[in-house]
């Protein structure tokens, strides 16, 4: 359903992302490991298709398609849809003229947010002072709105009280199809997380490491954050170096 | 007309001042002759595309649906109607004959003397409206009041009083603006209002003026305990220049004062629009927002707020957008806390439409150009109770064609 080859991206002629290959399935969710600056958010953004993110090199295709230079609206339009870590405020832009924008008339967005207690942010402006566990629950009904069929999550759990955790769970089980079988599932997912408290919520088929802007190490994901909480990201890298 | 000698002898001494802020303007430059225009009951002498113009700066030429209605032309009133109880409605000059020259209220706030137009205003009055909601009186639909250039090139001298009385509600929409016809004029306009005791003023003014009509409005506003004044300003077509810094006091406890603008200033349109608000007493409050477009004009968006004693609130903020190559903003916000416990703060940011918003929008589904009027839609959205749906509409028109220029 979507893959990366040999992806090399720089941001303004700084080399970020070193040869990325990745291979997600229908049905499948991965999940993203790294330290802070390892292009984690990098690699979101450029499947996002973003100005800043500059593909040297490589290709990412996604249903049949090469989105590589595909501009960021059309591959929306296709159905790739991400909820941002820190998305930007828009003065005067209401959250529930977005909202309508991601569901296309296809879903009531009044309803929508009735149904997650966010009724009271529609006629707030979008993101303008809003909490961070706000900002996630903002984000990811955009995305079940949008209904996108590769989703991407850049800590969706950064900022959550560990209470709104679980309805931040509920959601993103929604918007990934959790609760079909798999094989009825038509969604893929790639999840940026730093403390894994999200997969609690949602089994992930896949972790990957990332170091210096490769996939250092790829693996089960609940195996490696026990790796990652005991020894660190150094010697999680170090480990699977060795392994390969 | 009993007028205190002592206005006019400032007056004549501060004929020729000129004012501190904006272009100077000749004012022999302009005529002061016009034809009177007979008062109109019925607004039979309008022509339809007079009409449709004076729909798009919010007048609608009828008495459904308002308490009152004030139509001035040049020098002349040609309707002044109140259909509702507790609410007065004069000519100024009538006002000030019938209440002994309004000692209490005229040019008690504004200074005469402050510059060549309020002098020439002072000197040589045309008319404006005198509009009072008497105590308790609760006016539930607005009041419009036009002031209207109907012959090229007059300078129009208006003087206007508003007094909401102590527990009166009240909401005045003025609309300025020419006839379709004429392309060049001057308006000075003094504004005196007076919000009492636990009262409720909203002033809404929409500008639709003409490419080559210079403005200058005067304007104070003073509010006592409890009282709150809004007030709305709204200009997207094109003027030659307005310069405005109307100066707002809270002098009773509790008292509110919210100061919103809404501009876009049009290649050739000088504005230099401005509020102050001086915070006398305590937990009055007050916010000035500025929302200010420029597609090739120059704008600059000043505030002033004042904080005189301790606990009072206030707020500033002025943003910009430049959507043009040649298009200049300049922000002006100030502060002056002159004792401790004030609590004020200022917000100010100009610059083109940021891409990182665009970016955001585009991956929701929207092409670059989508996101670009979406952000500038909101940017400049009016929200404002009362407004004819044709001034909304003739909004969003302007909105669209400021979108082209992205």
């Known amino acids: 359903m979507f893959q990366i080859e040999d992806l090399w991206v720089s941001i303004d002629d700084k080399e970020v992302?070193?040869?990325?290959?990745?291979?997600?399935?229908?049905?499948?969710?991965?999940?993203?490991?790294?330290?802070?600056?390892?292009?984690?958010?990098?690699?979101?953004?450029?499947?996002?298709?973003?100005?800043?993110?500059?593909?040297?090199?490589?290709?990412?295709?996604?249903?049949?398609?090469?989105?590589?230079?595909?501009?960021?609206?059309?591959?929306?339009?296709?159905?790739?849809?991400?909820?941002?870590?820190?998305?930007?405020?828009?003065?005067g832009v209401k959250t529930k003229d977005i909202l309508k924008?991601?569901?296309?008339?296809?879903?009531?967005?009044?309803?929508?947010?009735f149904e997650y207690g966010f009724e009271n942010f529609l006629d707030r402006e979008i993101n303008h002072g809003f909490s961070g566990g706000e900002i996630k629950k903002s984000e990811l009904l955009q995305l079940v709105a949008q209904d996108p069929k590769l989703v991407l999550l850049d800590e969706p759990e950064s900022g959550v009280d560990l209470e709104s955790l679980q309805l931040i769970g509920q959601i993103i089980r929604r918007v990934l199809q959790k609760d079909l079988r798999r094989v009825d599932r038509h969604k893929a997912g790639l999840i940026i997380t730093h403390t894994g408290y999200i997969l609690n919520y949602?089994?992930?088929?896949?972790?990957?490491?990332?170091?210096?802007?490769?996939?250092?190490?790829?693996?089960?994901?609940?195996?490696?954050?026990?790796?990652?909480?005991?020894?660190?990201?150094?010697?999680?890298?170090?480990?699977l170096c060795f392994q390969n | 007309m009993p007028v205190l000698p002592e206005l006019k002898e400032a007056a004549v001494k501060s004929k020729d001042k000129k004012a501190a802020l904006g272009p100077d303007l000749d004012l022999l430059q302009f005529r002061r002759q016009?034809?009177?225009?007979?008062?109109?009951?019925?607004?039979?002498?309008?022509?339809?595309?007079?009409?449709?113009h004076l729909l798009r700066a919010g007048i609608e030429l009828t008495d459904l649906d308002h308490a009152g209605t004030f139509l001035q032309a040049d020098r002349s009133i040609m309707h002044c109607k109140t259909s509702q109880p507790g609410l007065e409605i004069?000519?100024?000059?009538?006002?000030?004959?019938?209440?002994?020259?309004?000692?209490?209220?005229?040019?008690?706030?504004?200074?005469?003397?402050?510059?060549?137009?309020?002098?020439?205003?002072?000197?040589?009055?045309?008319?404006?409206?005198f509009i009072r909601a008497l105590p308790g009186a609760r006016i539930s639909q607005p009041v419009e009041a036009c002031l209207y250039i109907r012959t090229e090139g007059l300078a129009q001298h208006v003087h206007n009083i508003v007094v909401a009385e102590p527990g009166s509600h009240l909401h005045i929409i003025t609309g300025c603006t020419t006839h379709p016809g004429v392309t060049s004029g001057l308006h000075l306009g003094i504004s005196e209002f007076y919000v009492k005791k636990g009262a409720h003023l909203t002033f809404t003014m929409v500008h639709n003026w003409a490419e080559n009509v210079h403005v200058r409005p005067r304007s104070a506003i003073i509010v006592e305990e409890g009282g709150v004044y809004l007030s709305n300003y709204i200009v997207l077509k094109p003027v030659k220049s307005v310069q405005?810094?109307?100066?707002?006091?809270?002098?009773?406890?509790?008292?509110?004062?919210?100061?919103?603008?809404?501009?876009?200033?049009?290649?050739?349109?000088?504005?230099?629009?401005?509020?102050?608000?001086?915070?006398?007493?305590?937990?009055?409050?007050?916010?000035?927002?500025?929302?200010?477009?420029?597609?090739?004009?120059?704008?600059?968006?000043?505030?002033?707020?004042?904080?005189?004693?301790?606990n009072i609130k206030a707020h500033l903020e002025c943003r910009g957008l430049i959507l043009a190559k040649q298009g200049i903003m300049y922000a002006v916000p100030e502060l002056t806390g002159e004792v401790a416990g004030v609590e004020m703060s200022h917000e100010a940011a100009v610059g083109r439409i940021a891409q990182e918003e665009i970016e955001y929008l585009m991956a929701r589904g929207l092409t670059e150009d989508e996101a670009a009027s979406t952000i500038v839609r909101g940017f400049l959205n009016v929200e404002i109770e009362g407004l004819p749906q044709a001034l909304r509409d003739d909004i969003e028109r302007t909105i669209q064609e400021t979108e082209k220029g992205l």
């Open chain 1, 17 to 91: 992302l070193k040869g990325i290959n990745l291979h997600i399935k229908k049905g499948e969710t991965h999940a993203l490991f790294g330290k802070n600056g390892s292009g984690k958010t990098t690699l979101l953004m450029t499947i996002m298709g973003f100005g800043r993110y500059q593909v040297r090199q490589g290709r990412i295709t996604f249903l049949g398609h090469d989105i590589t230079h595909m501009p960021t609206y059309e591959r929306a339009q296709l159905g790739i849809g991400m909820a941002f870590q820190r998305p930007p405020t828009i003065r």
């Open chain 1, 101 to 113: 924008v991601c569901a296309g008339g296809k879903m009531s967005v009044t309803a929508l947010a």
């Open chain 1, 202 to 239: 949602l089994n992930a088929d896949m972790g990957h490491v990332m170091a210096g802007g490769q996939i250092a190490c790829q693996g089960h994901p609940m195996d490696i954050l026990e790796h990652v909480k005991k020894s660190g990201y150094e010697e999680c890298v170090r480990c």
């Open chain 2, 34 to 52: 016009a034809q009177d225009w007979s008062y109109d009951e019925k607004y039979a002498s309008f022509e339809e595309q007079e009409k449709q």
């Open chain 2, 90 to 129: 004069l000519p100024i000059k009538e006002a000030l004959k019938k209440y002994n020259g309004l000692p209490d209220y005229y040019w008690r706030l504004v200074p005469v003397d402050a510059d060549k137009y309020t002098a020439a205003t002072e000197l040589e009055l045309d008319n404006g409206y």
């Open chain 2, 244 to 310: 405005m810094y109307p100066s707002v006091r809270l002098v009773g406890e509790g008292a509110v004062a919210r100061l919103n603008s809404v501009v876009v200033a049009h290649p050739g349109s000088e504005l230099d629009l401005g509020g102050r608000v001086v915070l006398e007493a305590p937990h009055s409050r007050a916010e000035v927002i500025a929302r200010t477009v420029t597609t090739g004009g120059t704008a600059i968006a000043r505030g002033h707020l004042i904080g005189k004693v301790p």
